[in-house]
């Protein structure tokens, strides 16, 4: 007999897909232990397991692997060569209608880009606390992204507006926002894209001045400290807007000490996800639920709980250490909300953590 972890293992599909598939009846296993309620497979239905691993891989409904299942040792395999096929048809209509969604939306786009040409911060010179902005970037460095096709995101956005330096970063699973306090810009609102390498060479310089000046002339930002400074070429493109995506609802929300809910996030309990489309083990995942009376509580699994929320593990041990303080309050909203991680003392610091949906 094989153990429910033995078969997600061999099988390609995670431990809490196996429970799901035995509620729906598509995959129930040979014995459960009838005191701890534990799952055993027998070997044999270790090739039904990774043929439904497939099958649900290449997207196809509940109801069809379900016949598709039925029919497979079956001496006539028509019906399972039919729902193939049919399925496969269905793919290839969606991948068309994808095609010409997005074919439509690249001509708005183009329509939307001719007339208007992105502006150019230019002759942009402010003073900066140093203290403010080492903090910042502090805070928001851990979630810049990296990924080469997605440039915009390769750095950190420096977003002035009056009195006010926002410090930005987000690789679309995690975002990060700080504040600092600046002096003497009075024009319009003005970004810039800092390159993450010119980000941590600014970081760098900031130490022993109160004040240092940011100047933005064109393409070149550069950060003068004392008789030092820090320039280079700003990222050539312009960053998502990012006040749009941290107006969340409010959700529940705890005050935790970080020392003890650090340890807890890294001995407890983890879900194991999965690379969607590729059958690959996935990050590591913890499962967060605020109850009613304000405590944060590491599932064992998720059950469909609506005020449980799974978020990458790595990230939110990150997003612990950057928010910099002994106490931090964490807001949990829907599962498919994104959870927020933000310091009690200042609001306008906080990190987001985009929500991984559990398999099922």
């Not at 507006?161 to 003005?190: E, I, Q, S």
């Amino acid at each position: 007999m094989r153990s429910i972890g033995e078969m997600a293992r061999d099988s390609g599909l995670g431990v809490s897909a196996l429970r799901f598939y035995d509620r729906a009846g598509v995959l129930v296993p040979a014995w459960v232990d009838p005191v701890s309620g534990y799952r055993w497979y027998d070997p044999g239905q270790l090739e039904e397991a990774r043929l439904l691993a497939r099958l649900r891989r290449a997207g196809m409904p509940l109801a069809d692997i379900r016949l598709v299942l039925a029919g497979w040792s079956s001496a006539d395999t028509g019906l399972v060569r039919k729902l193939l096929q049919a399925h496969v048809r269905r793919l290839e209509a969606g991948l068309s209608d994808a095609r010409g969604e997005f074919s439509t939306l690249r001509a708005l786009l183009e329509r939307r880009e001719k007339p208007m040409s992105s502006p150019r911060t230019a002759d942009t010179r402010l003073a900066v606390s140093a203290p403010e902005l080492a903090a910042a970037l502090d805070a928001v460095r851990f979630a810049a992204g990296t990924d080469p096709e997605l440039p915009m995101l390769g750095g950190v956005l420096f977003d002035i507006d009056g009195g006010t330096l926002h410090v930005v970063a987000t690789d679309r699973y995690r975002m990060a926002v700080a504040r600092a306090g600046a002096d003497g810009h009075a024009g319009p609102r003005a970004q810039v894209i800092v390159p993450s390498p010119l980000a941590d060479a600014m970081r760098a310089l900031l130490g022993d001045e109160e004040t240092v000046r940011l100047a933005v002339d064109g393409d070149r930002v550069t950060l003068e400290s004392g008789d030092r400074q820090a320039a280079g070429s700003r990222v050539d493109h312009d960053f998502p807007d990012y006040r749009r995506l941290v107006q969340l609802p409010a959700g529940r929300r705890a005050l935790v000490d970080v020392a003890v809910f650090r340890k807890a996030v890294e001995n407890g309990p983890v879900r194991t996800s999965e690379v969607r489309g590729q059958g690959e083990a996935g990050p590591a995942l913890s499962v967060l639920k605020v109850t009613a009376d304000g405590a944060v509580t590491l599932c064992e699994d998720g059950d469909g709980d609506q005020d449980q929320v799974a978020v990458n593990r790595e990230f939110l041990l990150h997003a612990l250490a950057a928010g910099a303080r002994e106490r931090l309050v964490l807001e949990v909203g829907a599962p498919t909300a994104p959870v927020a991680i933000r310091r009690p003392d200042d609001e306008s610091t906080f990190s987001l953590l985009m929500p991984v949906r559990l398999d099922t």
